[in-house]
């Protein structure tokens, strides 16, 4: 079975950073579009980071480009996004999400079929 485990959320001020993970626990499943969704109380599960994992090509919500970065560690499986200079409005549970389909720039929640279990991330002003 696919899994992804998650990790890395906490609180912060802002200002600060964090550091969030994810693992893909089946090394036999390659995915080709990994990513970032984020959900705040009462609100929509909102896009925030995904890579092309074939060619290393990530996309970035305008919410969060120039402080969020994506990398991968293919050996360990893993995806990162670090994330700086983060403000109260990141507040969120971040879910990590994969799919064995390409993507390109945004995808929705229904392109993934892998998710994480979620990571809650608070940021205080």
């Known amino acids: 079975e696919e899994r992804l485990a998650e990790s890395g959320g906490g609180s912060v001020q802002a200002g600060g950073s964090l550091r969030l993970s994810c693992t893909a626990s089946?090394?036999?499943?390659?995915?080709?579009?990994m990513g970032w969704f984020r959900q705040g109380p009462g609100k929509e599960r909102d896009k925030v980071a995904f890579?092309?994992?074939?060619?290393?090509?990530?996309y970035y919500a305008d919410s969060v480009k120039g402080r969020f970065t994506l990398s991968q560690d293919n050996a360990k499986r893993t995806l990162y996004l670090q994330m700086n200079n983060l403000k109260p409005e990141d507040s969120a549970v971040y879910y990590c999400?994969?799919?064995?389909?390409?993507?390109?720039?945004?995808?929705?929640?229904?392109?993934?079929?892998?998710w994480g279990q979620g990571a809650q991330v608070t940021v205080s002003s």
């Open positions: 890579i092309l994992t074939t060619l290393g090509r990530t």
């Open positions: 089946d090394d036999t499943v390659s995915f080709q579009c």
């Open positions: 999400a994969a799919d064995r389909g390409a993507c390109l720039g945004l995808p929705p929640p229904s392109a993934f079929a892998v």
